[in-house]
């Protein structure tokens, strides 16, 4: 900090003539490379964009989560059965009921790796075993679009609000509520650098929209696609290229996802962690963290270092039935800068209470490093754009 201080006030002295005498030293017909703007994309490569499913509540956009409507089916098969998940960007991982997954069979359970998953949000544990599947999805025009990843077939079902991201296992001391062989669960998850929040497994090779096998019945050859997708409020877009991320500004993602012990979460090169942010309420300095445009909820949950000196007042917890939850009280104004509020490329700003804002603003216990889940609401104003092949973040203007 002192460094830089000094760099930016010693504008008439030595800085000058040292830059001058560096840039006379420099070797003929050389030049100083900049760091690039956002990802070098091709104009080439393959993408498809898919509808979500008609909503329930259409208007205003993002009032409902967002749904996919596929086929699921196992590999080496033709015959697909009809779902329709929410699309979450706040989870990684198909997550289907194995009661009701195509094929399941306690042949399969025995040959399935175990796995689990944990909604922090909802304080649900998922258990069960991992098994692989294909999903069919189709674009408007009716092409096929077939991706390939293990799915957790759901075998118990734990309400568990004491579970421990940092021990990690798939059990609970004091379960609420257990539910063995639950039916209805279907969910897929497509968020990243998620696996440090209760979903250790939450790997890249989870994740159906960054593992495309096939287009219209051909397979997808290496480095035709540029893995990653664009979030908008009326679809998602499979795969990058130059047309359809146009207009984006970019944040840099800095380093790998790491998981709850703060170990890196995998080896998959794609897996990177959460975008940065910062935070500031009713123009108060700002606080800096990561951040999660998360589609499951339409709420925020925003934490700070010292939450009491938030206008707040008690408010009914929108993830947990007849309790109550802290949020910030109406009219008061949030302005969320990325990947900071020194240099953003963009903001998603709003006054709590109307139209733009979360349903809620959940403030949440104090940390010394802020933390943003914007809920699905953002993309009432933004594109969101996530380049698992060379670690960007990106958003667009909308409205």
């Known amino acids: 900090m002192t460094a830089d201080r000094w760099l930016r006030t010693a504008a008439h002295g030595t800085l000058p003539l040292l830059a001058a005498l560096l840039g006379a ?9 900049q760091a690039p703007a956002g990802p070098d994309l091709r104009a080439d490569t393959a993408a498809r964009f898919l509808a979500f499913a008609p909503a329930r509540n259409p208007e205003p956009a993002m009032t409902d989560a967002p749904a996919l409507a596929f086929g699921v089916r196992v590999p080496g098969t033709s015959a697909a059965a009809p779902f329709t998940m929410t699309m979450d960007t706040g989870s990684t991982g198909v997550v289907v009921s194995a009661t009701d997954l195509p094929g399941f069979s ?5 040959s399935g790796v175990k796995g689990w998953e944990f909604l922090s949000s909802s304080k649900r544990l998922w258990i069960g075993r991992w098994v692989p599947r294909e999903l069919v999805f189709r674009d408007p025009a009716g092409g096929e679009v077939v991706a390939r990843v293990p799915v957790l077939a759901v075998q118990e079902e734990i309400i568990c609000p004491g579970w421990s991201e940092k021990a990690n296992v798939p059990t609970c001391e004091k379960p609420e509520k257990t539910t063995a062989q ?12 998620r696996e440090h929040d209760g979903q250790p497994q939450g790997t890249p090779d989870k994740n159906p929209l960054l593992n495309i096998v096939s287009i219209d019945g ?3 050859a290496p480095g035709s696609m540029r893995s990653g997708f664009i979030v908008t409020a009326k679809g998602v877009h499979v795969g990058l290229t130059r047309a359809n991320s146009a207009g984006f500004s970019y944040v840099k993602l800095q380093g790998r996802s790491l998981n709850a012990a703060g170990q890196p979460a995998s080896s998959d090169p794609r897996d990177w962690p959460q975008a ?5 309420v009713n123009g108060a300095a700002s606080q800096t963290g990561a951040v999660l445009v998360d589609t499951g909820i339409a709420q925020m949950y925003l934490t700070v270092a010292n939450p009491s000196a ?8 929108p993830s947990r039935k007849g309790a109550m939850a802290t949020g910030l009280v109406a009219g008061t104004s949030v302005q969320v800068s990325f990947p900071d509020d020194a240099a953003p490329v963009a903001q998603y700003t709003f006054q709590v209470g109307t139209l733009q804002a979360p349903t809620a603003v959940i403030v949440t216990r104090p940390s010394e490093q802020a933390f943003v889940n914007t ?3 953002l993309l009432r104003q933004h594109d969101v754009l996530f380049d698992a092949d060379g670690g ?4 667009r203007r909308s409205e």
């Open 375 to 377: 809920g699905r609401h």
């Open 218 to 220: 051909q397979p997808v």
């Open 310 to 317: 938030l206008p707040t007042t008690a408010i009914p917890n």
């Open 276 to 280: 940065s942010m910062a935070v500031s």
């Open 106 to 110: 306690a042949q399969e359970a025995e």
């Open 392 to 395: 960007w973040f990106g958003l």
């Open 25 to 33: 030293c420099a070797p003929l017909g050389t030049t100083h490379a």
């Open 182 to 193: 639950p039916r209805g669960i279907a969910y897929m998850g497509v968020g990243f650098g």
